[in-house]
């Protein structure tokens, strides 16, 4: 089965600053998608920004971003600008291409932004 | 568009009794997944359910179940509920149809405590 590991429980980042969440994952598979979640405190989960294994290009939305590395099956988010609003937990996903596949999650970046 | 909705968003149970939740996909969605977020084992895949039905299973005992309708509107039951099962569970849903799509929407969660 695969594996994502978030190795950071947490991390915190002034504001206006830019932090970095890592996220790792093991699989043998070629084909698949990886996704940051973020989850508010007392809030559902939203997705943040996805990212195609087959794309070389990483995946940018607005001030969020992602340094993908598919040889060291490495998936880092980088959030630029930190805005109060960014305090949540981040979860980093994994969901093989083929469907039928269930998504695979690790264990969650806890952020705090500091004014 | 009207996002994932599950009912009922809090719930208080004792020891031995079973509990329904009700999931509401988004419109469209024909997959939804289930989950059960704690703090100690953070996300935790249940089962999917596609097309009436369940797709995949992760690893939890019998006591949980699921279902899904005919309008994509899926039910978990837990039975004999132990003190451990207390938990916030989440739905999700997705297109699931192409692997392209496969991006879950969640919803607000079920915060149910075991008494």
């Known amino acids: 089965a695969q594996t994502v590991t978030q190795s950071q429980p947490e991390m915190s980042v002034q504001e206006a600053e830019t932090v970095t969440l890592s996220c790792t994952y093991d699989t043998s598979e070629s084909d698949y998608y990886l996704f940051w979640y973020k989850q508010p405190p007392s809030r559902q989960m939203i997705l943040v920004i996805r990212?195609?294994?087959?794309?070389?290009q990483n995946a940018t939305e607005n001030r969020f971003s992602v340094n993908f590395q598919k040889a060291a099956k490495s998936f880092s988010l980088k959030i630029s600008d930190s805005q109060l609003g960014d305090a949540a937990m981040y979860f980093c996903a994994y969901r093989s291409a083929y469907i039928g596949n269930q998504f695979y999650f690790g264990t969650g970046t806890s952020l705090t932004v500091i004014p | 568009k009207a996002g994932v909705t599950q009912t009922p968003r809090y719930l208080i149970k004792t020891r031995g009794q079973q509990v329904t939740l009700s999931c509401s996909p988004i419109s469209g969605h024909r997959s939804v997944s289930w989950y059960q977020q704690t703090p100690g084992q953070g996300l935790q895949f249940l089962f999917e359910y596609f097309s009436e039905t369940q797709r995949n299973k992760g690893n939890f005992p019998g006591r949980f179940s699921g279902r899904q309708f005919s309008n994509s509107r899926s039910e978990m039951n837990v039975s004999t509920l132990e003190l451990g099962d207390s938990a916030l569970y989440l739905c999700?849903?997705?297109?699931?149809?192409?692997?392209?799509?496969?991006?879950?929407?969640f919803g607000p969660g079920t915060r149910l405590l075991v008494l």
């Open positions: 990212q195609e294994a087959y794309k070389q």
């Open positions: 999700a849903s997705s297109l699931a149809r192409l692997a392209g799509t496969e991006t879950q929407y």
